[in-house]
């Protein structure tokens, strides 16, 4: 993203692809692949808060783990702190990832349930040979105090706990090793709706005091809303548009997040949102559409959007979009000699 900071990138994702090989017949041959992400570009600042949002298998969780390289990406360079994850061999990229840290969507499924609460932070610790001896269970109080548990939680196995305070403990083993970013991979969508708040609080209370960075992976537009300084809006891999909150939510240009914004649900009956209904379904990512992924769906299209595909282009200094139509450039390149 071209977002104007004054500071240079804590991560600079450049033309990130994974594509899951298909595999058919009797001796597993590859017969396509899905394109789970199709040349993804970002940055974020130090300290900031960049959130993925888009339907349900746009890509979103793909992006976070391949920037861990939790999955192996298939191209494009993640490059953090000024080094490229990917040309990392396994020992410089141990030393490197406690730096990147993630938060799972199931806070329970997590956590291993044999071990306690103790144990799980421990074995984070010992990992990567942090906190020795008898400064090992101070600093794990300290963990549990920092996410508003009390210290007689190190002794306790997970299932002891409710799914809000099982996400703090995930919280607190994330943050043992010191990390400068954290893929929070929807934090809040498993836990009952009075207990979200208080989560999203936390959260923000520790970027505020560690000076965190987060990678927001949601699907809610209210919560994007509450806690992104940018927003990137992903459709079938791509992401179509990116810009900071205010952008996004009072000037979107992609009818794709047009559509977005329709579909959240207005709390005030008197300011309620015209609907934008899509027609069609979203088209597999084994075999996408050619030029604009979202082209068989858009009420906008053009020709061109058949044929081209379209990058991301400046609306403003801290806005850009990828809309032959409303958002032209004449970077588009044809897409007759894809795979």
Not at 138 to 150: A, C, H, N, Q, S
């Given at each position: ?31 396509g ?33 391949t ?35 993630i ?52 002794d ?21 090793v010191?990390?400068?970013l ?14 979200q ?19 927001f ?8 809303q ?8 992903m459709y ?6 990116m810009?900071t ?25 008197e300011h ?28 906008d ?10 990058a ?28």
């Amino acid at each position: 993203m071209n977002v104007s900071t004054p500071t240079e990138p804590l991560l600079a994702v450049e033309g990130l692809v994974k594509h899951f090989p298909v595999r058919r017949g009797v001796f597993s041959k590859v017969v396509g692949a899905v394109r789970a992400v199709d040349g993804v570009d970002f940055t974020i600042p130090p300290g900031k808060t960049l959130s993925l949002v888009g339907e349900s298998g746009c890509g979103k969780t793909t992006v976070g783990r391949t920037i861990l390289r939790l999955i192996e990406p298939t191209g494009g360079r993640v490059v953090f702190k000024g080094v490229d994850m990917v040309s990392l061999g396994r020992r410089e990229l141990r030393t490197t990832r406690r730096r990147m840290q993630i938060i799972f969507q199931d806070p329970y499924g997590s956590l291993n349930p044999r071990m306690t609460v103790y144990s799980v932070l421990s074995e984070v610790l010992n990992a990567h040979g942090l906190a020795p001896g008898k400064q090992r269970r101070e600093r794990i109080y300290e963990l549990l105090d920092l996410v508003g548990l009390p210290p007689e939680s190190a002794d306790r196995y997970p299932h002891e706990f409710s799914g809000g305070q099982r996400q703090r403990i995930g919280i607190a083993r994330a943050l043992a090793v010191e990390p400068d970013l954290i893929v929070a991979d929807e934090p809040i969508s498993a836990l009952d709706v009075s207990i979200q708040a208080q989560i999203l609080n936390l959260l923000a209370d520790l970027q505020e005091r560690l000076g965190l960075a987060y990678l927001f992976i949601s699907h809610d537009l209210s919560v994007v809303q509450l806690v992104s300084d940018m927003v990137a809006v992903m459709y079938l891999g791509r992401i179509v548009e990116m810009g900071t909150v205010k952008d996004i939510f009072e000037r979107p240009v992609h009818p794709y997040t047009k559509a977005l914004l329709a579909a959240a649900p207005v709390a005030d009956p008197e300011h309620a949102r015209k609907r934008i209904i899509l027609s069609g379904d979203v088209p597999s990512p084994i075999n996408p559409p050619s030029g604009c992924h979202f082209h068989p769906r858009c009420p906008d299209a053009i020709p061109a959007c058949r044929e081209l595909e379209q990058a991301l282009t400046p609306v403003t200094a801290s806005h850009e979009a990828a809309c032959m139509v409303h958002a032209p450039t004449t970077g588009a390149t044809s897409q007759s000699g894809s795979e």
